[in-house]
């Protein structure tokens, strides 16, 4: 480590693709709906374009060019955008509302249980997400994940990587900013942490496009403060 | 029950007297101080007069009166003055934010962990204090409290038993207030929860100011959907 891990009291996760493994969760339940209603299609495509719509829809936020809106509302907008375009029909508005809520029951990566675990004998652990607070709390009940505090750009009205998500955690916490640091596989997410002057951790997570996807970030630079392949490796370094 | 359990999603706890005994906790921490300065006192008044700022505080803020202000900061002003009127002197500030943490390091009542834990495995279970976020992780690990998630009057920007706090709480939870259950040793919260909507449970805690004092409510109006002596008992009524 390039700096004094002691001075970390609290760990804030990133979770969509660093704890939790969108694609494959998504996938696999956008096709067995798609199976039900007679459907043949690249389910994989649907989740990335429905993970797209979120990603458009935080940046939109963000810069002023919508109003608020949480994840669900912009999952489900998508959502139904993605029905109508792959021809998927006769769904009721609850299983809709349910196939929207497969964001709530994401599966954890192999290692994120044993590795927060880890870490929380020792700092405090929080999402700092975009994702809506009740999502990430059913999300956490579905996988296990052992938080001891949801924060999201929701309590800050706004999305990550504006500062004001940071600095709200950090507030929030009633820490100062180099006491806490953000995790996360993206690096323009730990690059807003550093701005808001948290400690920054990468985790890699080559498959979180598929499998060989040169979508996913797998080089650090000089700016982050410390990486790992997984969050087992990351507690070991974090002293756990 | 008066009302049919399988509605309820959540349970969110006031958690000063209701889940942890400040004020044995309290009164420990300042005398121990006291006895490091040599000052004899009664501990408990002490103890109960610096409850008695946080009540005020949270009143003048919730009123209007005074701006925003944490609980932390409240402590600690309210603390500056025993200081001075107990004749405690010679503390650093390093030495007077420490004592004033001890509200971080309350404990439990004897019955809540394991109540709370099994609450868990059927509700989202989450603080809904008007303690700030911060204090109430800090508490949580001290006393090993197994929350889903950290709601508090501060996400609302107000104090209970503004309808505000509660309904922040429900739709940060992503709920209806129906699905909600606030649980609480004070009829006057319980109250508050039910003008917002939300369901009611009563946790008797006799001992809360001091044993026997008159202080403590035993008794619960016909506007309460439900009640018990510990949260080992609430759990079974709950159906866990």
Known sequence: MS?????????????????????????REVAAVG????????????ADRWRAGYSEGTRDVREGDRPWMTADEMHRERLDL??????????????????????????????????????KSKYVIGTLSNGNVGLLVNMAKHGGLPWDVVLSGQLAGTYKPDPKVYLSAVSLLGLEPGEVMMTAAHLHDLHGGAAAGLRTGFIARPNEFGVGSAKAETVVDDSIDASASNYIEFAEKMGV
């Open 3 to 27: 700096f004094d891990v002691s001075t970390v009291k609290a760990l804030v996760f990133d979770v969509f693709g660093t704890v939790v493994d969108w694609r494959s969760s998504i996938t």
């Open 35 to 46: 199976a039900r209603l007679g459907v043949e299609a690249d389910w994989e495509e649907f």
């Open 82 to 119: 993605l029905l109508d375009k792959f021809g998927m029909t006769g769904l009721s508005d609850k299983e809709t509302d349910h196939l929207n809520r497969a964001w709530h029951r994401l599966d954890p990566w192999p290692d994120a249980v044993e590795g927060l675990t880890r870490l």
